[in-house]
């Protein structure tokens, strides 16, 4: 959505980005690991290319 993380992670898991969102959604919502994991994946999508 911001950054692309998550179209960025349904190409490569094969699942829909819509559900990609939910998750992070419900992870920062109940467990607050979700800011960190975006940002994570996010600099990890950086230097893949």
Do not use: P, Q, T
Not at 5 to 20: C, M, P, Q, R, Y
Not at 38 to 48: A, D, N
Request: zero cysteines; aromatic letters at 16%.
């Amino acid at each position: 959505m911001i950054l692309g993380v998550a179209e960025w992670l349904s190409v490569k898991l094969g699942w829909k980005a819509s559900h990609i969102r939910i998750a992070f959604v419900i992870s920062v919502l109940f467990f607050g690991a979700g800011i960190g994991l975006y940002l994570i994946l996010w600099i990890v999508k950086m230097f893949s290319k």
